[in-house]
């Protein structure tokens, strides 16, 4: 095989310009800290940086679903404790009202005050969280409970519904926001499943001066309201705890994909350097080699 200097000529220039790619790519890798910059440097690489970088947008959303469930159980429980207390407060007043010693006075001045007891349950139900009503089902923006003008009963208006969060991929969990779940009994006697109807019999009870319903059933039914309204307040706690432990997995899992992320797609940096070293050494040594290749031209001879 014939080799001319136009052969060399080509060879060298291939080889001086696959030199300068090779050193391109590493000045790339440097200034960027990336270890690729566009799919066609390692399509494999590529597909699973974008992979591991979805699936950490992903784990940073369910933290946020969390981060919000959490604080809106938080805020619920509160608002429990203090129906829990409000309730407790009726029964203290239904006893005292039972006493058959008690002038009418007395008693119309209990009576104001579980009117005043079920304004309080009101606007403990209607507590809001970041702008929500929770515990008004999934109708969240208006405001669950009234006291009816006309009745003066506690009523309420929203859906039945709970609201769920999605906490991980596939997995969802339901937040108890049913209002009714906190107002409605069962068990109590006829008329009274409902905490507003039962105030309402409490308080026409302390008008009439009825002694043996207050002492009676009226005690019993709230007896049974406090209890459902502490195993609705258990439910919240245990969502709660679930939220928790899944906020430390979340942050775990979070900071896994995080280092694999940052080892698929961030250079080492020494590691790197050395390379782009040793291409910078090769590259001036094939400028050098270039010289020696080309070989002189006619005018170098006439002088």
Same mark, same amino acid.
């Given at each position: 095989?014939?080799i ?25 890798? &440097? =200034? ?16 699973? %940086? ?10 940073e ?5 969390? @981060? ?14 203090v ?17 058959g ?8 001045? &209990?009576?104001?005050e579980?009117?005043t007891?079920? @304004? ?12 929500? $009503? ?17 009745? @003066?009963?506690?009523? $309420?208006?929203?859906?039945? =519904? ?10 969802? %969990? ?30 026409e ?8 319903? &207050? ?18 307040? =258990?439910? /919240?706690?245990?969502?709660y705890?679930? &939220? ?12 896994? /994909? ?7 797609e ?16 090769? $590259? ?5 080699? @270039?010289?020696? %290749?080309?070989?002189? =031209?006619?005018?170098? $001879?006439?002088?």
């Open positions: 095989m014939r001319t200097n136009n052969t060399l000529t080509g060879n060298y220039l291939r080889n001086l310009n696959r030199n300068l790619k090779a050193m391109q790519k590493y000045q790339n890798q &440097l =200034s960027s800290g990336k270890e690729v910059s566009r799919p066609s440097d390692n399509p494999m690489l590529v597909a699973r %940086i974008m992979q591991l970088d979805s699936n950490v947008r992903m784990n959303q369910y933290e946020k679903n969390i @981060g919000d469930a959490l604080g809106w159980t938080d805020t619920a429980d509160g608002a429990l404790n129906v829990t207390s409000t309730l407790q407060r009726a029964r203290e007043l239904i006893i005292y009202g039972a006493n010693t008690l002038s009418d006075t007395d008693r119309s001045a &209990l009576k104001d579980v009117d007891l079920q @304004g309080q349950l009101m606007q403990v139900l209607n507590t809001n969280y970041d702008g929500r $009503y929770i515990f008004g089902g999934q109708k969240t923006t208006e405001p669950p409970f009234q006291i009816d003008e006309v009745s @003066g009963k506690l009523t $309420y208006s929203g859906d039945n =519904s709970n609201i769920e969060r999605e906490i991980s991929k596939g997995v969802n %969990i339901a937040i108890p926001t049913d209002g009714s779940g906190i107002t409605v009994t069962e068990g109590t006697s006829l008329g009274n499943e409902d905490i507003g109807s039962l105030f309402r019999s409490i308080s009870a302390l008008d009439s001066g009825n002694t043996e319903d &207050l002492s009676g059933k009226l005690l019993g039914d709230i007896d049974k309201h406090l209890d459902n309204t502490i195993r609705f307040r =258990s439910k /919240m706690g245990a969502v705890n679930r &939220l928790e432990s899944a906020k430390e997995r979340n942050a775990a899992e979070n900071l896994s /994909m995080t280092e694999l992320l940052s080892k698929s961030d250079i080492d940096l020494a590691e790197k350097m050395m390379e782009f070293s040793t291409m910078r050494t090769v $590259y001036q040594a094939s400028l050098q080699t @270039g010289a020696q %290749i080309l070989q002189p =031209s006619l005018l170098d $001879y006439i002088r």
